[in-house]
């Protein structure tokens, strides 16, 4: 089955900087890579999504790239500010209608 | 709005006990999930549904048992709760297909005593 690595565990940077979250699959069948948000206490949300016809996907401050032949995807946040402080889930789908893997987390600190 | 919502935010129960998490989504959706999400273990998903009186294991059930009588209701079972079976617990929903946003409640804090 799928397997997704997520890399760092945790982040700090200064506010104002970009912070990068990798990832890496390994079904080559997975077509589908959200990312999603969860502040303390609340549910994971959704912030961006990228499939695999598509090789990056960018909405305000925030941007998603997919290499298909690595096997690896990344979240790119720029201009970084403190709301951004969060933990961050990146995540895969196989074929058809399989459940979305997620790999393990990334915790984002950013210091003002 | 997609609303996904989970009968308790916080739960205690003994070791032994038959506990129950209730989750219900109010956008028609056919597939639901369960996850229990640990720190440094990511989500990890338990049991899942695509449809009425459906199920399918996901990566951890064992200890856990589910049950969706209505299309909008998944119920997580706990038989006998354990120590280590104190967690978050993340219940969500999608429509069907391959490619559509995946909703999560606002999750229920079980402790086992």
């Known amino acids: 089955g799928e397997n997704v690595e997520q890399h760092p565990s945790t982040l700090s940077v200064q506010e104002g900087d970009s912070a990068v979250i990798k990832c890496t699959y390994s079904?080559?069948?997975?077509?589908?890579f959200p990312w999603y948000k969860q502040e303390l206490g609340k549910r994971p949300q959704l912030i961006i999504d990228?499939?695999?016809?598509?090789g990056e996907k960018k909405d305000q401050r925030i941007a998603v790239t997919l290499n298909k032949t690595a096997k690896h995807f990344s979240l790119h946040i720029t201009e970084t500010q403190p709301e951004d402080s969060a933990v961050y889930f990146c995540a895969a789908r196989g074929g058809g209608n399989t459940p979305l893997v997620f790999g393990k987390g990334t915790r984002l600190s950013v210091i003002a | 709005d997609v609303k996904v919502t989970q009968s308790s935010r916080y739960l205690v129960k003994r070791t032994g006990e038959k506990v129950f998490l209730e989750c219900v989504q109010d956008?028609?959706?056919?597939?639901m999930f369960w996850y229990r999400q640990d720190p440094g273990l990511g989500l990890r998903l338990i049991y899942f549904?695509?449809?009425?009186?459906?199920?399918e294991k996901g990566d951890i059930p064992e200890g856990y048992s589910v049950s969706r009588e209505k299309k909008e209701r998944f119920s997580l079972i706990l038989e006998s709760a354990s120590t280590n079976q104190t967690s978050m617990y993340l219940c969500?929903?999608?429509?069907?297909?391959?490619?559509?946003?995946?909703?999560f409640g606002p999750g229920t804090r079980l402790t086992v005593l």
């Open positions: 549904s695509y449809d009425v009186k459906m199920k």
């Open positions: 956008m028609d959706h056919e597939n």
């Open positions: 990228i499939r695999s016809n598509v």
């Open positions: 079904d080559s069948a997975s077509n589908y």
């Open positions: 969500a929903s999608r429509s069907g297909g391959a490619i559509n946003e995946q909703f």
